[in-house]
């Protein structure tokens, strides 16, 4: 379904999606999509799952969106712009934000520690 209302609305733009066979049209435009990220808690009947979706320019991420259905939580980001919450604007404290990365990295330190870097330089 989201696969299909982005190509009936940007033929020409690409899709990577983990669920879907990725789409090359060899387009300036990307569009990242994970329908049910968290697919393992999904399947385990656990609230933390979202959908999950991103925009690229290039090499470059532009928007990006997550929706948790269970909490009717809408997150909207666009480079320059901000980010929203359900439409209201919402901010982030850096090392809070590392911390939260490095606890759910735990198996992978290595992961978090390359997070962590690239919000400090963005």
Same mark, same amino acid.
């Given at each position: 379904m989201i696969r299909r209302r982005i190509l009936d609305a940007f $033929?020409?733009?690409?899709?990577?999606? %983990? @669920?879907?066979?990725?789409?090359n049209n060899e387009g300036k435009y990307v569009w990242i999509i994970? $329908?049910?990220?968290? &697919? #393992?808690?999904?399947?385990?009947?656990?609230? =933390?799952?979202?959908?999950?979706?991103?925009?690229?320019?290039? =090499? %470059?991420?532009?928007?990006? &969106?997550?929706?948790? $259905?269970?909490?009717? @939580?809408?997150?909207?980001? %666009?480079?320059? #712009?901000?980010?929203?919450? =359900?439409?209201?604007p919402i901010t982030y404290n850096l090392q809070k934000t590392g911390r939260v990365f490095v606890g759910r990295e735990r198996q992978r330190p290595e992961a978090a520690n390359t997070i962590v870097k690239r919000l400090r330089t963005s």
């Open positions: $033929p020409s733009h690409d899709i990577i999606s %983990e @669920e879907d066979e990725s789409l994970d $329908p049910i990220d968290g &697919t #393992k808690q999904y399947m385990q009947g656990s609230d =933390n799952y979202c959908v999950t979706i991103g925009i690229a320019l290039g =090499n %470059e991420s532009v928007l990006g &969106t997550v929706y948790a $259905p269970e909490s009717d @939580e809408f997150y909207f980001a %666009e480079k320059g #712009k901000g980010a929203t919450l =359900n439409s209201q």
